[in-house]
């Protein structure tokens, strides 16, 4: 296809086997890059890869991945430069909520929170730097709205993502000299399964056009890997009625 802006570029998704890190496979496909899928649901995978390539000029590539396992994680990367040579985008997407009330949360749903949103997100980031380096490459980070301002639904959920915004802001410092770009994206509700490990999925809880869609996400990190010699720092993507609750 012509004017791809990502042609000739990889591109690592994790949580890419649902939502937004679906509609991101997608989206960076069509723009030429090719994309490896990391998440643990292995056929999900492998459905959404071989669409993309039927769909597109990408190639893809599945490594099921635990992004809490470091093994896993490090065997990713290795891969994913084994087969295409470095690594010039990654999207940090894989991330989950558990419970609720800090006085009902269990030590399993927040120790589950913990090790996906922040430990996994360290993992990649540490594994994945070096290449990004070398190829003056894109790092994203899928934040929230819960990540900047207080509320009181699910003060664990929304710590990781303050967690996020500083630990991507603070890698963004020590990388910039090197050339690496540093993103943090943050969307209020999506319509996506997100919701679903403790109530009604998104996707039923709202109708389409109430709230942000996945594809909207994933247009913000095709923009957020396009940009230069400039870099997106931080950008809010939130439904319009969002501020109402203020």
Do not use: C
Not at 9 to 25: C, D, P
Not at 99 to 124: H, I, K, L, P, W
Not at 161 to 176: E, L, M, P
Request: charged share 25%; hydrophobic share 40%.
């Amino acid at each position: 296809m012509a004017d791809q802006q990502l042609a000739g570029q990889t591109a690592i998704v994790t949580g890419a086997s649902a939502g937004i890190g679906r509609e991101t496979v997608r989206a960076l496909a069509e723009e030429g890059a090719d994309v490896v899928l990391a998440a643990r649901r292995e056929e999900r995978l492998a459905e959404i890869a071989d669409a993309v390539e039927r769909d597109t000029d990408a190639s893809t590539l599945v490594v099921p991945t635990d992004v809490t396992d470091e093994a896993a994680v490090d065997a990713l990367v290795e891969t994913t430069v084994d087969e295409y040579g470095g690594v010039d985008v990654l999207v940090n997407n894989a991330g989950l909520a558990r419970g609720s009330d800090v006085e009902e949360m269990t030590t399993e749903q927040y120790r589950a929170m913990m090790s996906v949103n922040a430990d996994g997100m360290f993992f990649v980031t540490r594994a994945a730097l070096p290449h990004l380096r070398e190829a003056a490459g894109t790092l994203v980070f899928v934040g929230s709205f819960a990540g900047k301002y207080p509320r009181p639904f699910n003060p664990v959920y929304a710590a990781t993502k303050w967690w996020t915004r500083g630990f991507a802001h603070s890698v963004g410092a020590q990388v910039g000299d090197d050339g690496v770009a540093v993103t943090v994206i943050n969307p209020s509700e999506v319509r996506t399964e997100f919701g679903s490990d403790y109530g009604e999925p998104f996707t039923e809880r709202f109708d389409e056009g109430e709230v942000t869609e996945p594809e909207e996400i994933a247009e913000a990190v095709v923009f957020s890997a396009t940009r230069e010699p400039s870099m997106v720092s931080e950008l809010d993507l939130y439904r319009r009625d969002k501020f109402t609750m203020f």
